[in-house]
């Protein structure tokens, strides 16, 4: 489906229903396919909404300086444009960096929060200078350069050696975004400010997932962003790297089940 949100044709999944809306923000290089197994799997106990954000899969990137508040923003547009006052949000890594954005420019709009393999903290001073040397790769040799030094850190080990196709379309689903859209979160990224302090205040039911097995943004960090959120609980998929719900649904899927029974209507 398509929608236009502020002048950009944002392209989207939406189960309808009249469950809870749940809001899925993807990742980094992803897009709302991600989400395909969350959209098959919860219509039943929510109105599952998965956009993708601009610049990647099928939303074109949008004019402008792009930033995890731009990209929050659109969110916000899209429930506007829905006709929805109020959902859960959530998103997987840096769809987790939007979620919080959203959650500091939109509180009022915002039901619970679900934050998948994500962190509060800024980049590091290391982590900045990564993200421009990615920006250069994808400048110089397309995306599907940064997907193939990414993959491995996606999916377990073991996943990743039992389910070759698995892992084979999910490279293809990395190395199809676009430069643009790259380019553009990579530097959103590297500049995306502390989403401790606003955490801090967070007043609505929050849920943190994470894969017991992801390096990339480790179950430390998750006990962190859960000990800096007033009530949250801590969600650990085993058997899953960085992208639990798409590495181990059903787990995933039970835990996000649950925290939806457990709001109010
Ligand atoms: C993601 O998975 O969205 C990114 O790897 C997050 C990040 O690089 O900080």
Redesign the pocket.
């Known amino acids: 489906m398509r929608i236009d949100v502020r002048g950009t044709a944002t392209a989207y999944d939406d189960t309808g229903g009249p469950g809870t809306p749940l809001v899925l923000v993807h ?2 290089p ?1 897009d709302r396919r991600i989400w395909a197994a969350q959209v098959r799997g919860l219509a039943d106990v929510a109105r599952v909404i998965a956009p993708d954000l601009p610049g990647f899969g099928d939303t074109p990137a949008s004019r402008g300086a792009t930033s995890m508040d731009t990209y929050a923003a659109g969110v916000a547009g899209l429930l506007e444009a829905l006709r929805i006052d109020t959902a859960v949000i959530g998103g ?4 987790g ?1 939007v979620t919080m954005a959203f959650q500091r420019g939109f509180a009022s709009r915002v039901r619970g929060l679900v934050l998948v ?3 509060a903290g800024p ?1 590091s001073p290391e ?1 900045r200078k990564a993200r421009d040397t990615a920006a250069a790769l994808a400048r110089a040799e397309g995306t599907g350069a940064v997907a193939a030094q ?1 993959i491995d850190k996606m999916l377990t080990p073991e996943t990743a050696r039992a389910n070759p196709a698995m892992r084979r379309s999910l490279l293809d689903l990395m190395s199809s975004q676009s430069v643009d859209g790259v380019v553009a979160a990579l530097a959103a ?1 590297r500049d995306r400010p502390d989403s401790g302090p606003s955490n801090a205040r967070i007043a609505v039911p929050t849920l943190v997932v994470c894969g017991a097995a992801d390096t ?2 480790p179950p430390k960090e998750s006990e962190s962003l859960r000990d800096g959120i007033p009530g949250a609980r801590l969600s650990l998929i085993p058997d899953a790297g ?1 992208l639990p719900n798409y590495e181990q649904p059903e787990a995933f899927n039970r835990a996000v089940r649950e925290f939806v029974a457990t709001l109010p209507r």
């Open positions: 990742g980094f992803l997987v890594s840096m769809g960096y393999d994500t962190r980049d982590a990414m990224m990339l943004i960085h």
